[in-house]
């Protein structure tokens, strides 16, 4: 069985360039990869193409790339977090492009399954048909969306193990699975790495196939992107 595990994240990273384009996992701050965005901030890799949800919190997540002006394009959905994210677009510092949030999510898993493109009628009348191949199906309008071409996908589990193989816990379970195997380079960050043939079969969410690189994060801060209480 071929053992994917590295031992460090700087290992793990190893090849990322200026210029890549790279799928980062989660859903706001949630199921995000703490360890590996902290290491490319430190790299100071720049001028990358970032495909996620979300573009992170001022000081936190792909925020820290922003504020290092290390990300030149946001391939995102929802990105109402992020004041210097909102200040860089407004400027024209930073250039974005903004999909429905289940166009995104189909983007990543065409990728995944080698589906080279898909109609869809989200968007259909908007700013985000211009341009693109429209079609009708039973009566309806669809435009057509091409699959994502990227060079890494990182994304974050609960648990993994050496052959690659994931489980994901609660809400991480996200974009995260859907981008496994969507680019040339799959890196997974876990919190808990195991030897092969520990977890259970039936209780993995990817299969390592999907996987070329997997480590075990040091620290996860875990915040909450928008903290409610109940008020007793």
């Not at 909102?86 to 189909?106: C, F, H, K, N, Y």
Request: net charge negative.
């Amino acid at each position: 069985m071929i053992n994917k595990k590295v031992n460090a994240v700087q290992e793990a990273l190893n090849g990322i360039e200026d210029g890549n384009t790279i799928m980062l996992g989660g859903f706001g701050l949630c199921g995000i990869p703490e360890n590996a965005i902290a290491e490319l901030v430190n790299k100071q890799t720049k001028n990358l193409t970032c495909i996620s949800n979300n573009a992170g919190v001022d000081d936190f997540g792909l925020g820290l790339l922003l504020q290092n002006k290390q990300i030149k394009k946001m391939i995102s959905s929802y990105v109402g977090e992020n004041a210097e994210f909102e200040r860089q677009m407004l400027s024209g510092e930073l250039e974005v492009d903004l999909i429905p949030q289940g166009t995104l999510a189909e983007r990543c898993r065409a990728a995944q399954a080698g589906i080279p493109a898909f109609f869809t009628p989200a968007g259909f009348g908007t700013e985000v048909a211009e341009g693109k191949e429209v079609r009708e199906f039973n009566g309806k309008m669809h435009i057509m969306e091409h699959a994502f071409k990227a060079d890494f996908a990182i994304v974050k589990a609960w648990k993994g193990d050496t052959a690659g193989n994931l489980i994901f816990k609660g809400t991480a379970r996200n974009f995260n699975p859907n981008m496994c195997g969507a680019a040339k380079i799959t890196i997974a960050e876990v919190e808990e790495l195991v030897e092969a043939g520990t977890l259970d079969p039936n209780q993995i969410h990817i299969p390592g196939i999907f996987v070329q690189r997997i480590f075990q994060g040091e620290k996860y801060e875990k915040r909450i992107e928008q903290r409610t209480v109940r008020i007793r």
